[in-house]
């Protein structure tokens, strides 16, 4: 089970119990071990993890106006807020040389484009250094990868000194470029070649960053990585990726912030560029407990779509068809449909609500068109079979498909209001999450 699914299922024990007693903390305890474990977090930090919930929700005093229920949530989220590293990671956004180190296939070059498409949405110019010289096809492969997010690239293939091509890439690259990332060559296992050619291109370079690439599929074993790298040549962050396919990321983020090595600087969800952000313990968690972070959602949708509508109607709560057809498009506009409503807590969506096709939207855009301004924002109107008729009719379309329309739409209206109709749940979290324009 997917760890954010487990976890969810496990808090009903809590947010859907009669009574919060001693027994029904233990039942919700129980389960939160058995999905923690499962998702490969170290057996001695989960029994810590859940006796400190445990004693916490049954023992500490809360504040008065507030239930034991939102003590309780409140708990569960500070405390696996802790296990996943506490502290936000903040980028500096200035010039620096970052360089990558990690074992094969751990998502190295491919993590070259997500910091690139990072930094330049931060207004910065990137480029990479093919550091991988052990194989041509890597060369190839950065290559590519700088071309399709429009970074710079340097290589030289004469040679095979890795240090010697970083410190000419530098040369050749920095005058151009602010942030200047060094790609390098993996090995299936940590040994003192690579722990030497490594603090050879380090010492070159003077990287300003040394982030360990690590696979989120090997679990807790990242703790031992994160060690061994920081060790080496000194780490001063880990990018953990394939959080999307692996059902151990909760044991490589918990072990590697357990280990001190080094903080989580970034995790990437999907091969795609934009699969990545800045970790944040605090929005990490909210998300797989289940709140909806609409900090990252808006912040997303600002930066690919300039559907204020869309904004104002996450911000308000509220939806009427204006916003709801300026919604759909900004969201096909932002690709990823599931992904952006995952960012929303909304894991659990039915697929047919996400994945609407092109033609299915546009005719709903063509009913949307057919309603009376009064229609499209009283959409309570929509209900009535007559003026279903009529917008089918005006529309060139049938009632079934208004009618598809209209139970769409009260979907994503009751999804919205979900959002931000929790306000025990959400209250606590007001602080951590300025912008979501609660009262
Ligand atoms: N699903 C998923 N796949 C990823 C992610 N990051 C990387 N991959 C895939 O993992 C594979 C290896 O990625 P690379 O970036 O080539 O890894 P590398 O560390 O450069 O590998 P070497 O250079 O061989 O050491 C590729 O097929 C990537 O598409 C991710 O976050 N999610
Ligand atoms: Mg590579």
């Known amino acids: 089970m997917d760890l954010g699914q487990g976890i969810r299922k496990a808090l009903a024990a809590i947010t859907g119990a009669a009574l919060v007693d001693e027994k029904a903390v233990k039942a919700f305890s129980k389960d939160l071990q058995r999905v923690l474990i499962s998702n490969d977090v170290e057996v001695r930090l989960v029994s810590s993890l859940c006796k400190k919930i445990e004693e916490r929700i049954l023992n500490e005093k809360f504040p008065a106006g507030s ?7 409140r708990v569960v989220y500070e405390e696996l807020c802790n296990l996943m590293g506490g502290e936000a990671y903040a980028p500096t956004v200035e010039k620096k040389k970052i360089l990558l180190l990690g074992l094969f296939g751990s998502g190295k070059t491919t993590s070259v484009a997500k910091l690139a498409k990072y930094y330049q949405s931060k207004g910065l110019k990137v480029a990479a250094i093919a550091g991988d010289v052990h194989r041509p096809a890597a060369i190839d492969q ?22 010697r091509i970083a410190k000419q890439g530098l040369e050749t690259l920095e005058p151009h470029y ?19 050619e490594l603090k050879k291109i380090d010492q070159t370079i003077k990287a300003d960053e040394k982030f360990l690439v690590i696979s989120a599929d090997i679990g807790q074993v990242a703790a031992k990585q994160a060690r061994q790298f920081d060790e080496a040549v000194g780490l001063s962050g880990v990018i953990i990726t394939k959080m999307d396919g692996s059902g151990k990321g909760g044991g490589a983020l918990s072990a590697v912030a357990a280990s001190k090595a080094a903080k989580i600087s970034f995790i990437a969800s999907g091969e795609k560029p934009d699969a990545f952000e800045a970790f944040d313990a605090k929005k990490f968690v909210a998300r797989l407990c289940g709140f909806p972070d609409l900090d990252a959602l808006l912040s997303k949708a600002k930066e690919l779509s300039t559907e204020e509508n869309l904004q104002k109607a996450m911000e308000e709560g509220k939806l009427d068809y204006e916003t709801f057809l300026a919604q759909m498009k900004a969201m096909k506009k932002m690709g990823p449909l599931k992904q952006i409503m995952q960012m929303a807590g909304a894991y659990d969506l039915p697929e047919e609500l996400v994945g609407k096709s092109e033609e299915k ?4 855009e063509a009913a949307i068109h057919s309603m009376t301004p009064a229609e499209r924002k009283e959409p309570k109107l929509m209900k009535v079979r007559s003026r279903q008729e009529r917008v089918a009719k005006g529309a060139g379309l049938k009632l079934d498909d208004i ?7 009260d979907r994503v209206q009751k999804m919205i209001k979900g959002m931000r109709g929790n306000r025990g749940f959400l209250k606590g979290l007001q602080k951590m999450m300025p912008g979501m324009g609660m009262k």
């Open 403 to 409: 009618r598809e329309m209209t139970e769409n739409f």
């Open 142 to 163: 950065l290559e590519q990868v700088c071309k399709s997010v429009n970074a710079g690239f340097y290589s030289d293939r004469s040679h095979k000194d890795a240090a």
């Open 67 to 73: 239930s034991v229920r939102e003590h309780a949530v």
């Open 361 to 364: 939207m546009k005719s709903f």
């Open 178 to 196: 602010d942030v200047i990332v060094v790609d390098t060559a993996g090995r299936s296992a940590f040994d003192s070649e690579l722990a030497d």
